[in-house]
């Protein structure tokens, strides 16, 4: 019966994605919001049913033989870190429909149709377990996110989709082609085609040094881009100005983190030693994207701009601490995962409020929210705290983790023996460094809330109350929103043990993957099984 899990929950968003686009359009927005808490259900079966003893394991398989002959099949299985980016999936689902619920009001049961099947695309990521299955899923998440951006976006909606889709696609291509040679090296090491994930990664790492830099650049090419990483991150500005609401909890919450997983998964768990070699370079790519991101911040006037790019700067900490290539490292690029999909999330959500009802979110035109929006203003400040990493919040305990991994990477990988690691460890200085933009985000977060909720009332020229249709401080429907959020970033601050915990096994895991002394691989198929116990990601 657990087998059927995870398939019914790529399977539930579809379905009614077919019955949302076939039913009247009055009844579109209440039918998505049945589909999204639906498919919650066996998400929550998931959570429940998973054994946390067994973390590091990839529970709930289920695969069908497409074929064979060329290794080709649907495989899917989670462990602890793909089961909760799935939950935070299915969690932002029926925020993203009761957020749009009155900001949609053309061709709904389009935008709702394209929402729902993006969430079974992004579910699907997280918990494919066979290359071809993962990658038509990732590079799916595009078709939905392009419409949703090029139809009901703002002014400029046209330029974004296209920049949006030319970006993560020509990345996503690159990545693929990293990939297939993977395969095919590991083709000539069973004497047998498979694109098992677990089997891909056993094989992918006897390559040699230059096999494994060149496979890291291609897959980086695609990942990187998702991110966004410095340089690669100029087209999620203007994607996340322009996207509609959901869009932009989405592409915040979820879509952002397709980049960082897949490094996870892929690039730590193909070519470890790889990352290890370059993780100085690309740290200081990380580190430029959360300094070069944050100063932008300080210049900006319209709100959700400025929520756009800390993302940027946010997601560079994520980064980091994958780069540090250590428990406590991996440990907060986890949790940040988890964590600025609640907080950054509910920052659209919340701009998208505003916006609804001031047509604008120029700063220099809305002042002083709080006299007249008290609930409003009282949920904005806490999701800024809490994306700043106030202590007692969420975003406290991820960005922390990876400022400590980073600091502790050098000791830690010398004193390990890895090859490599005078030259890929990173320290104390990576640490210093990227802390000065934990400085900068709450500086340019905090004058953003000061101007938007403090102060004299500003309104713009003209502004009616009535026109809007919406009561004038938040209602009962979009409070609901953000109450999921809220409990979300105080639980995971106060107690932050018992995610760390459960996210402890596979991280151990991955981390010791860097250990992996090459050995000579069986060429017969005879010895598959065998294969599988050299240096596999997980049992």
């Keep these: 019966m657990n087998s059927v899990l ?17 039913m009247p359009a009055e009844r579109a927005r209440g039918t998505a919001l049945v589909g999204m808490l639906l498919s919650a259900v066996p998400v929550l079966g998931l959570l429940f049913l998973f054994d946390y003893s067994r973390a590091a394991e990839f529970q709930f398989a289920a695969s069908v033989e497409w074929a064979p002959q060329l290794g080709l099949s649907l495989s899917v299985g989670i462990d602890s870190v793909a089961l909760l980016l799935i939950a ?3 969690l932002l689902g029926p925020v993203c429909v009761l957020g ?12 709702y149709s394209w929402l729902l099947v993006m969430q079974t695309a992004m579910i699907g990521v997280f918990a494919a377990r066979d290359l071809v299955f993962f990658y038509m899923c990732f590079e799916f998440t595009l078709l939905p996110m392009f419409v949703l951006i090029g139809v009901f976006g703002s002014t400029n909606r046209k330029i974004a989709s296209i920049k949006f889709f030319l970006y993560t696609f020509t990345g996503s291509l690159i990545a693929l082609a990293g990939l297939v040679y993977v395969a095919w090296s590991a083709s000539g090491h069973y004497g047998r085609w498979t694109l098992d994930i677990g089997e891909l990664a056993a094989a992918a790492r006897l390559m040699s040094p230059t096999e494994q830099g060149l496979v890291l650049a291609a897959m980086l090419a695609g990942f990187a881009v998702k991110v966004p990483l410095f340089p690669l991150h100029t087209w999620l500005p203007l994607a996340h100005t322009e996207a509609p609401t959901a869009g932009s909890v989405i592409l915040a919450g979820v879509l952002l983190k397709l980049g960082t997983y897949g490094i996870y998964r ?12 370059h993780a100085p370079f690309l740290a200081v790519l990380a580190i430029i994207g959360i300094i070069y991101a944050g100063l932008i911040c300080w210049v900006q006037t319209d709100v959700k701009k400025l929520v756009a790019y800390s993302s940027v700067s946010h997601l560079g900490f994520c980064v980091l601490g994958l780069l540090a290539v250590n428990t406590t490292g991996l440990s907060g ?28 979110r120029d700063m220099g035109q809305v002042q002083g929210l709080a006299s007249k929006m008290p609930v409003w203003s009282s949920f904005m400040v806490f999701f800024v ?25 050098s000791s830690e990988l010398v004193a390990a023996g890895h090859p490599g690691a005078t030259a890929g460890a990173l320290g104390p200085w990576y640490a210093a460094v990227a802390g000065v933009g934990m400085v900068v985000a709450a500086m340019y977060l905090l004058i953003m809330v000061g101007k938007v909720v403090w102060g004299e009332l500003v309104e713009p020229a003209g502004h009616d109350d009535a026109h809007t249709g919406l009561p004038v401080d938040l209602s009962a429907r979009e409070i609901a929103a953000l109450l999921p959020l809220a409990a979300g970033c105080l639980i995971f601050g106060l107690f932050p043990q018992p ?11 991955a981390v010791r993957s860097i250990e992996f002394e090459p050995v000579d691989v069986p060429h017969t198929t005879e010895h598959a099984e065998a294969d599988l116990q050299v240096g596999e990601v997980a049992p």
Excluded: K
């Design 499 to 509: 995610l760390l915990g459960a996210i402890e096994a596979p991280v151990n895991v």
């Design 333 to 360: 690029s986890v949790m940040y995962m988890l964590s600025h999909g609640l907080s950054t999330g509910a920052l659209f959500l919340m701009i998208g409020f505003m916006y609804e009802r001031y047509h604008t």
């Design 266 to 277: 892929f690039v730590l768990g193909f070519v470890p030693m790889a990352m290890v070699e």
């Design 6 to 22: 995870i398939p019914v929950s790529l399977a539930l968003p579809v379905v009614f994605a077919l019955l949302v686009a076939f």
């Design 385 to 409: 705290l809490a994306s700043v990493g106030l202590p007692g919040l969420n975003g406290f305990v991820s960005e922390f983790l990876c400022l400590i991994g980073a600091f502790q990477s």
């Design 88 to 90: 935070l999936t299915a």
């Design 100 to 111: 749009s619920w009155t900001a949609i009001t053309d061709r709904p049961r389009l935008f």
